[in-house]
């Protein structure tokens, strides 16, 4: 089964700053597909950002891009210009090519502060 | 266009008491799952359903039993609540594996306590 690792359980920055959450994978697959996910103190699941892994290009989304190194199984989060609803976990999730499930990291607590 | 919608929100269970969890989608998803999120833990995939009537066990399905009958639904079952599975549940849907169809999407979650 693939494993997920977040090794930031928390981390904070200040408001208008980039900050850039670390997440580690490991498969013996060539193709799959990588999420980031938010969730606020809602508790509503909401997807940031998708990657495919056989995409070269890093994937973008407004103020949230990503680095996905498919060599190292890395696939950092970047939130630029952070904003005061920022605030949430962020997960980390693979899911196989072909595959239903989700396998997910134990989570980034972020904590933007004014 | 509700998406996924989940009920209750919030229920208090005595130990060995059942409840069915439910969760609908109208977005025709093929694809639908229940995951568990314990504090400390991502979410953890119970079961998982690829359509009307076929179902599979996910990462830790003891404890909990699922149907789907129609498209939209997907009920989890807990036949003898255990202290031990108190958690926030999550139902999630997806069009399908693979290619773009496999973003999944969640429902609000229903927090679960068993005394």
């Known amino acids: 089964a693939q494993t997920v690792t977040q090794s930031q359980p928390e981390m904070s920055v200040q408001e208008a700053e980039t900050v850039t959450l670390s997440c580690t994978y490991d498969?013996?697959?060539?193709?799959?597909?990588l999420f980031w996910y938010k969730q606020p103190p809602s508790r509503q699941m909401i997807l940031v950002i998708r990657?495919?892994?056989?995409?070269?290009q890093n994937a973008t989304e407004n103020r949230f891009s990503v680095n996905f190194q498919k060599a190292a199984k890395s696939f950092s989060l970047k939130i630029s210009d952070s904003q005061l609803g920022d605030t949430a976990m962020y997960f980390c999730?693979?899911?196989?090519?072909?595959?239903?499930?989700?396998?997910f990291g134990k989570g980034t607590s972020l904590l933007v502060t004014p | 266009n509700a998406g996924v919608t989940q009920t209750p929100k919030f229920q208090v269970l005595k130990t060995g008491q059942s409840m069915t969890l439910q969760c609908a989608q109208d977005?025709?998803?093929?694809?639908m799952s229940w995951y568990r999120q314990d504090p400390g833990m991502g979410l953890r995939l119970i079961h998982y359903?690829?359509?009307?009537?076929?179902?599979d066990q996910g990462e830790v399905p003891n404890g909990y039993n699922v149907s789907r009958s129609t498209t939209e639904d997907f009920p989890l079952r807990l036949l003898s609540a255990a202290p031990s599975q108190t958690s926030v549940y999550f139902c999630?849907?997806?069009?399908?594996?693979?290619?773009?169809?496999?973003?999944?999407?969640f429902g609000p979650g229903t927090r679960l306590t068993v005394l």
């Open positions: 990657q495919e892994a056989y995409k070269q």
């Open positions: 999730a693979f899911a196989n090519l072909n595959g239903y499930a989700l396998n």
């Open positions: 999630a849907s997806s069009l399908g594996a693979g290619g773009g169809s496999n973003t999944q999407y």
């Open positions: 977005m025709n998803h093929e694809y």
């Open positions: 359903s690829v359509g009307a009537g076929i179902t």
């Open positions: 498969t013996s697959e060539n193709n799959y597909y």
